[in-house]
């Protein structure tokens, strides 16, 4: 997650000034100054340069930069974009044409099978620009990124990770509440020899996430449902 324009990039390949320049970007040129820093103040490992735990880190920042921020799938570099395939909690593998017709951003992340008045976050509502502007709201550090451990190395790159983020401003009718919210996850990356991924699962709780948000108070004029209303498996999350 990132706000717009780039200077010098510590962690993600390809944002180069010249390659900055000539790439269509979804939502502006991304800058990761922001959660760079809080990345770096509030990451519990610290991997060694070179180490396998770094490569599979800085590649993972790499393709989720593509993955949210390029809109032209001919300029993806990390990605095989005629074979790549998405899935989350072992759901259906999903083509970049089908992720597309989801809406993009986290909409292909935040899948569910909840009935929709039981919907904190409704992927079916939103589009990527909605979303992004959801959690960019909600997140205005961003969400940071860290590799925990590394299973093993490529070509099948399995991970554990934890994403984490401070909740400083509202999401979905709640206040913020400046709390941290941890999200913590399996991820499988298959890559073929040019080290372009061909296949992503992810496995993770949503709750982890969207339970934490719904701790703020309703705002004033807000639709919103309190959490212990909704969602059973939210109702007990935190």
Not at 21 to 41: A, H, I, M, Q
Not at 210 to 235: F, H, Q, Y
């Amino acid at each position: 997650m990132a706000s717009s324009s780039v200077g010098q990039e510590k962690y993600r390949s390809f944002l180069s000034e010249e390659e900055v320049k000539s790439t269509k970007w979804r939502f502006g040129v991304p800058n990761y100054d922001v959660v760079n820093k809080l990345f770096e103040e509030g990451r519990t490992k610290i991997w060694l340069p070179g180490s396998l735990e770094e490569k599979v880190q800085n590649f993972v920042k790499t393709w989720e930069m593509e993955f949210f921020h390029k809109t032209d799938p001919d300029e993806f570099k990390s990605i095989d974009p005629k074979k790549f395939t998405f899935s989350a909690n072992g759901g259906k593998a999903l083509n970049l044409e089908e992720i597309g017709k989801l809406g993009g951003g986290y909409n292909p992340l935040l899948q569910t099978s909840l009935p929709e008045k039981l919907r904190v976050y409704n992927p079916d509502e939103e589009t990527a620009a909605s979303s992004h502007k959801v959690f960019t709201t909600t997140f205005p550090r961003g969400f940071a990124l860290e590799i925990l451990q590394v299973y093993t190395g490529p070509p099948v790159m399995v991970y554990k990770f934890r994403h984490w983020g401070y909740m400083e401003g509202p999401f979905k009718g709640h206040a913020p509440t400046g709390d941290i919210i941890e999200l913590f996850g399996i991820a499988i990356f298959e890559v073929d020899e040019q080290m372009r991924v061909v296949k992503v699962e992810f496995f993770y709780d949503p709750g982890q996430l969207l339970g934490g948000l719904l701790k703020g108070t309703i705002l004033d004029g807000s639709s919103a449902e309190e959490p212990s209303s909704i969602c059973p498996v939210l109702r007990s999350t935190g």
